[in-house]
């Protein structure tokens, strides 16, 4: 089993920066992908930034357009994702995942929520 817990989320104006974080722990040390998945009011889950656990290679959804950034600190079992020039279109619940399995992610976070206000 992995446990995640993410924390960072809150509220900031237009234009502001967040940064989340996500502690891993239990059996780490299978961690193929970590990811950053979000969920709006409403709105599907859709994927934010997945990053290798092994050589740090990422992946960006598109409409991020350079404004997020996702890395990781192996030492800690920790992955953060920056978030920057924030829109209110980025409120959601923010969760972070790990996959052990090369192909399906089978732990998640409890979520933490970011509100953008206009």
């Known amino acids: 089993q992995v446990q995640l817990v993410e924390s960072g989320g809150g509220s900031v104006q237009a234009g502001g920066s967040l940064r989340l974080s996500c502690a891993a722990s239990?059996?780490?040390?299978?961690?193929?992908?970590m990811a950053w998945f979000r969920q709006a009011l409403g709105k599907e889950r859709e994927i934010v930034a997945a990053?290798?656990?092994?050589?740090?290679?990422?992946m960006y959804n598109d409409f991020l357009k350079g404004r997020f950034f996702i890395s990781r600190d192996n030492a800690k079992n920790t992955v953060y994702l920056q978030m920057n020039n924030l829109k209110p279109e980025d409120t959601a619940v923010y969760h972070c995942?790990?996959?052990?399995?090369?192909?399906?992610?089978?732990?998640w976070g409890q979520g933490t929520q970011v509100t953008v206000s206009s």
């Open positions: 990053i290798s656990w092994s050589d740090g290679r990422t």
């Open positions: 995942a790990a996959d052990r399995t090369g192909g399906h992610y089978d732990y």
């Open positions: 239990g059996r780490t040390s299978g961690i193929v992908t």
